[in-house]
């Protein structure tokens, strides 16, 4: 718009003290011929603005006179911009960044050019695995800005790709990884950017519950999900130097307990099953043995025999059923057999 080109043209002589026409159209993506009617605009408008002719001529402020549009301090400017870096490969975002750089006062442009400068997202982790934004995250952050409804595919971990028309409310990051907050048929869901396969806008407006606060709405969705993740929880007991591995498996999901005679530590860990638990507890071995409840030490069981099948021969997994037919619990003092393939 008009009116935005003034400010931009306004913040452009202001930054650089005198510029030519075609450095204001090559700067703000104009033609020359708009560029000179925005110069001249603002001289009709009353901004001390005068042109010079000739060799090392162009347009200028009269005296060097300054309009400070942002009222930021230097600590806010460089908050901003520390923000917004990561992000600067939005056209949009570039486009704003570069109109308040020139808004910034001169002995806070340094500050405010390292601060954008400070930060990098590099959307492969170490597994190689592909970031937690995927290539629709542009487009749904116009969707959530325009209030336009979208037609979103979506592929769940566990189903077969689907389509469903949803109401973008917001985006949220949360430990690295983007999720679309939306309105559905079934009321507010979250939708991780990774998973989406397409998303189409459909010119159809968004329609946004009454007071709706993204930062609310969001904390209300990651406590259900929350209690999904924590819905079932195993004892068990484990060598002290198993800790370090249970603390970066299980994280806050694990609570130890006094350290035992034998120098075992015993714990309790939360997990959505308690045979995702098993199965996770189960790559330390003998290292770890889980107490309760009983489905825990049974799936163990299960995985034992599995394991002993596959890398231990049919001999030893008959070996394994005839000791530990299933439905049949031990006493703590016998430690499940998982892991447990004989070599030789």
Same mark, same amino acid.
């Given at each position: 718009?008009?009116? +935005?080109?003034?400010?931009?043209?306004?913040? %452009?002589?202001?930054?650089?003290?005198?510029?030519?026409?075609?450095?204001?159209?090559?700067?703000?993506?104009?033609?020359?011929?708009?560029?000179?009617?925005?110069?001249?605009?603002?001289?009709?408008?009353?901004?001390?603005?005068?042109?010079?002719?000739?060799?090392?001529?162009?347009?200028?402020?009269?005296?060097?006179?300054?309009?400070?549009?942002?009222?930021?301090?230097?600590?806010?400017?460089?908050?901003?911009?520390?923000?917004?870096?990561?992000?600067?490969?939005?056209?949009?975002?570039?486009?704003?960044?570069?109109?308040?750089?020139?808004?910034?006062?001169?002995?806070?442009?340094?500050?405010?050019?390292?601060?954008?400068?400070?930060? %990098?997202?590099?959307?492969?982790?170490?597994?190689?695995?592909?970031?937690?934004?995927?290539?629709?995250?542009?487009?749904?952050?116009?969707?959530?800005?325009?209030?336009?409804?979208?037609?979103?595919?979506?592929?769940?971990? +566990?189903?077969?790709?689907?389509?469903?028309?949803?109401?973008?409310?917001?985006?949220?990051?949360?430990?690295?990884?983007?999720?679309?907050?939306?309105?559905?048929?079934?009321?507010?869901?979250?939708?991780?950017?990774?998973?989406?396969?397409?998303?189409?806008?459909?010119?159809?407006?968004?329609?946004?519950?009454?007071?709706?606060?993204?930062?609310?709405?969001?904390?209300?969705?990651?406590?259900?999900?929350?209690?999904?993740?924590?819905?079932?929880?195993?004892?068990?007991?484990?060598?002290?130097?198993?800790?370090?591995?249970?603390?970066?498996?299980?994280?806050?999901?694990?609570?130890?307990? +006094?350290?035992?005679?034998?120098?075992?530590?015993?714990?309790?860990? +939360?997990?959505?099953?308690?045979?995702?638990?098993?199965?996770?507890?189960?790559?330390?071995?003998?290292?770890?043995?889980?107490?309760?409840?009983?489905?825990?030490?049974?799936?163990?069981?299960?995985?034992?025999?599995?394991?002993?099948?596959?890398?231990?021969?049919?001999?030893?997994?008959?070996?394994?059923?005839?000791?530990?037919?299933?439905?049949?619990?031990?006493?703590?003092?016998?430690?499940?057999?998982?892991?447990?393939?004989?070599?030789?």
């Amino acid at each position: 718009m008009k009116a +935005d080109r003034l400010v931009a043209t306004l913040l %452009l002589l202001q930054a650089r003290g005198r510029v030519t026409v075609r450095e204001v159209a090559q700067e703000l993506e104009v033609s020359e011929r708009t560029a000179r009617r925005d110069l001249e605009a603002l001289t009709a408008a009353g901004v001390p603005v005068y042109s010079q002719r000739g060799r090392g001529g162009g347009w200028s402020l009269v005296g060097g006179a300054r309009t400070d549009l942002t009222g930021f301090t230097s600590r806010e400017i460089g908050a901003l911009f520390l923000a917004a870096g990561p992000l600067s490969a939005s056209p949009e975002l570039r486009a704003a960044l570069r109109k308040l750089m020139r808004a910034v006062p001169a002995p806070m442009r340094p500050h405010a050019e390292a601060a954008a400068k400070a930060i %990098l997202i590099d959307g492969v982790d170490w597994s190689r695995t592909a970031g937690g934004s995927g290539p629709h995250q542009h487009a749904l952050e116009r969707a959530v800005l325009d209030g336009e409804q979208v037609r979103l595919g979506y592929a769940h971990p +566990d189903q077969a790709p689907g389509e469903r028309t949803v109401h973008p409310l917001g985006l949220v990051s949360k430990a690295g990884r983007w999720y679309l907050v939306a309105g559905t048929e079934e009321g507010l869901r979250t939708f991780r950017l990774s998973r989406v396969t397409s998303a189409t806008r459909t010119g159809e407006p968004v329609r946004r519950p009454e007071g709706f606060d993204l930062a609310a709405a969001w904390r209300e969705l990651a406590a259900e999900v929350e209690q999904r993740l924590t819905a079932a929880t195993v004892r068990a007991r484990a060598d002290h130097d198993a800790l370090p591995v249970l603390r970066q498996l299980l994280g806050g999901r694990l609570r130890t307990g +006094d350290v035992q005679i034998d120098g075992r530590v015993e714990f309790t860990a +939360d997990g959505p099953s308690v045979e995702v638990l098993a199965a996770q507890l189960a790559g330390l071995g003998g290292r770890v043995e889980v107490l309760d409840p009983p489905e825990a030490r049974e799936s163990l069981v299960r995985l034992g025999r599995s394991l002993t099948a596959v890398y231990g021969g049919r001999e030893e997994a008959a070996h394994l059923d005839s000791h530990f037919p299933l439905g049949t619990y031990y006493t703590e003092d016998v430690s499940v057999p998982v892991m447990a393939a004989h070599h030789g």
